[in-house]
């Protein structure tokens, strides 16, 4: 089955606790990106990978980084996690090509204290 | 530049009456349009898109949508809703012209479906 995986799917820590959310996908997409979702400001994007060990910057980059090794998995890094980054995150990936939809995981959900 | 808005935070339909969602948009160029919907608990799933050809464009679970160019817009569509189309609509955009790969979302509109 075609699908993007996210991992955990809840998970509570505290302020400047290191963490990393995986993402992988089984589809063989160039593409893929992170996004946050909060109420009112719909998706905005952190980061996204054209391919292998290319990435750049979204809308909302600050105090995340990513890496992209292996064409499925693109994990997201909170390195010193702090309250505003509390959101639900959703991984996505596509083919290279401009007019594909994204496949989404099933999202997310951080809760910095 | 690229950007798409969704006017309505909320609509509120009865079961099998029509439904529509309303999306506008703005691009430099031509652009992709899609809609997506977010049930909860869940990642947001592809309905449909436009890419050109056939302004009107048909999609899953009965969605359609229609693309005016005049108007930049691009509208979800149903004859009849159902209770389990309740959820959350995103409409995004891409511009061909723009040179951006990256989508641009719209803030969603939550369809609530009474019985």
């Known amino acids: 089955e075609a699908q993007v995986t996210q991992n955990p799917r809840y998970l509570i820590t505290v302020t400047g606790k290191k963490l990393t959310v995986t993402c992988s996908q089984n589809?063989?997409?160039?593409?893929m990106s992170w996004y946050r979702q909060d109420p009112g400001l719909g998706l905005r994007q952190i980061y996204y990978s054209m391919n292998v060990e290319v990435t750049d910057k979204g809308d909302v980059p600050e105090g995340y980084k990513v890496s992209r090794k292996e064409k499925r998995n693109f994990p997201l890094i909170l390195e010193s996690p702090s309250p505003n980054q509390t959101s639900l995150y959703f991984c996505?990936?596509?083919?290279?090509?401009?007019?594909?939809?994204?496949?989404f995981g099933d999202g997310t959900r951080l809760s910095i204290l | 530049a690229q950007s798409v808005a969704q006017p309505e935070d909320q609509v509120n339909v009865a079961e099998g009456n029509p439904l529509t969602v309303k999306c506008t948009y703005s691009v430099s160029g031509n652009p992709y349009l899609f809609w997506y919907v977010q049930y909860p608990n869940r990642g947001l799933q592809f309905l449909l898109k436009y890419i050109t050809g056939d302004n009107l464009v048909k999609g899953s679970y009965g969605f359609e949508a229609e693309f005016n160019k005049s108007q930049t817009s691009f509208h979800l569509k149903k004859p009849s809703a159902l209770v389990s189309d309740s959820a959350l609509y995103f409409c995004a955009v891409r511009d061909m012209g723009g040179g951006s790969y990256i989508p641009t979302f719209g803030r969603g509109t939550s369809l609530i479906v009474h019985p």
């Open positions: 996505a990936s596509s083919q290279y090509r401009d007019n594909q939809p994204q496949h």
């Open positions: 589809m063989n997409h160039e593409y």
